[in-house]
C-alpha cells in the first residue's frame, strides 16, 4: 500500500519534470523510503528536493509512520537504462559483457545496441613497430553486464 502510493507520487513528480526518471525505489520494514533518480541532463539539489517534496507532503504520517532519502544516482553506479546511456554519449565507459571487456567513448546510443569507439596499438599489417588504428564496437544492450562512465582527471 505504501510502495504504491510513493509509486504513484514519484510519477507525478516525473511528470512536472520529465527530464527525471527513476533509478531505484527501495522501502525497508521501518518504513524507511530510498528513492534513487536520474535526469537527462543531471540532477541537482533542487531536483531532489523537489521530487522529496512531493513524496512526503503526498504521504500522511499520521496513517504511515516513515523517513525519506531521495539521493542521484552515482557516477560510479552502473547505467541501467537507455536514457543513462543517452545522456552519456561522447564520455568514456567501461562496457563488460560475458565475454569481454571494453573502453572506449560511447558514440551512439540506439534502442537495443551502443556503439564505443577507442584508439589502439597494433602491430603493422607489414613491416616493424606498432601503429595506432581506430577501433569501434557495437553492443546490444541485452549483452551488457555492466557499463559505468570511466571517471578521468
Not at 503526498?58 to 546511456?85: A, H, M
Not at 558514440?107 to 589502439?120: G, P, S
Request: charged share 35%; aromatic share 4%.
Amino acid at each position: 500500500m505504501l510502495r504504491e502510493k510513493v509509486e504513484k507520487l514519484l510519477e507525478e513528480a516525473f511528470e512536472e519534470n520529465n527530464s527525471l526518471f527513476l533509478i531505484e525505489l527501495n522501502i525497508d520494514n521501518s518504513n524507511h523510503i530510498s528513492v534513487v533518480i536520474d535526469g537527462d541532463h543531471g540532477v541537482s539539489v533542487n531536483d531532489c528536493i523537489a521530487v522529496s517534496r512531493k513524496v512526503e507532503h503526498g504521504l500522511d504520517r499520521e496513517e504511515t509512520d516513515f523517513s525519506l532519502e531521495v539521493t542521484s544516482s552515482g557516477l560510479s553506479q552502473p547505467l541501467q537504462y537507455l536514457r543513462q546511456y543517452k545522456k552519456n554519449i561522447g564520455r568514456k565507459l567501461t562496457v563488460v559483457t560475458s565475454d569481454q571487456r571494453l573502453e572506449g567513448e560511447l558514440v551512439a546510443v540506439e534502442d537495443d545496441r551502443i556503439t564505443l569507439k577507442w584508439k589502439a596499438r597494433e602491430p603493422k599489417p607489414v613491416g616493424k613497430g606498432k601503429h595506432t588504428v581506430e577501433k569501434e564496437a557495437v553492443i546490444a544492450l541485452e549483452e551488457i553486464t555492466e557499463a559505468k562512465v570511466k571517471i578521468t582527471f
